[in-house]
């Protein structure tokens, strides 16, 4: 398995609460995505960077935001969560390596927001 | 932009049989690479198999195969054998040029019934 981890994988808060979802990977990646995928399974980029104090919104809108101070380091942050970021939120990572893009996934985490 | 679809959002298949997952994507990229992930029920998601669109030559792990045509813009996976724990969920992703970012498909749902 790939060395991408992420914390919690289960969490259940109230409405309101400001959270932060872990990821980091002892890859030596350079580059890091978060995705969020919905109910049916659908994968949604909403960020990603390509390196530290580098970061991008991804293809989908989401009101968290994302930090890349340390090159492993790459969390998730909701300053006030609503039952519609219940989710499951997955971490990956690559590396330029010729041109394979291959991306390293994380475990996921469980979000519900109630 | 590139797009990928999977239009068999479900699938089924006994045990020891073998079955084709459908995948086709849309680029003007001559570039690139395609890949298979399996995301098992509340477990990591990782990848089955690569194809560089450079080769001609389909690619092959074990029981798991691609049947690549470039210029149909398809890329099929088959599953020979299956087994109880091929069950999951299958995404089919593109990968072009030096955009590192992937491009996933909806996925298929694959049940094993034994």
């Known amino acids: 398995e790939a060395d991408i981890y992420q914390t919690p994988r289960y969490l259940v808060i109230g409405t309101g609460k400001k959270i932060t979802l872990e990821c980091s990977q002892t890859?030596?990646?350079?580059?890091m995505y978060w995705y969020q995928q919905d109910p049916g399974m659908e994968l949604h980029l909403i960020h990603y960077s390509y390196g530290v104090n580098s970061t991008e919104k991804g293809d989908l809108s989401s009101e968290s935001t994302v930090s890349r101070i340390r090159t492993e380091h790459f969390p998730l942050t909701l300053e006030s969560a609503r039952p519609s970021h219940t989710s499951q939120y997955l971490c990956?990572?690559?590396?330029?390596?010729?041109?394979?893009?291959?991306?390293?996934f994380g475990p996921g985490t469980r979000l519900t927001v109630l | 932009a590139q797009t990928v679809t999977q239009s068999q959002p479900e699938m089924s298949v006994q045990e020891a049989e073998t079955v084709t997952l459908s995948c086709t994507y849309d680029t003007s990229e001559s570039d690139y690479y395609l890949f298979w992930y399996k995301q098992p029920p509340s477990r990591q998601m990782i990848l089955v198999i690569r194809?560089?669109?450079?080769?001609?030559q389909n690619a092959t792990e074990n029981r798991f195969s691609v049947n690549f045509q470039k210029a149909a813009k398809s890329f099929s996976l088959k599953i020979s054998d299956s087994q109880l724990g091929d069950a999951a969920m299958y995404f089919c992703?593109?990968?072009?040029?030096?955009?590192?970012?992937?491009?996933f498909g909806k996925g298929t749902l694959l049940t094993v019934n034994p």
């Open positions: 990956a990572s690559n590396e330029f390596s010729g041109r394979l893009n291959e991306q390293f």
């Open positions: 194809q560089e669109a450079y080769k001609q």
């Open positions: 992703a593109y990968g072009g040029g030096s955009n590192y970012k992937l491009t």
């Open positions: 890859m030596g990646h350079d580059k």
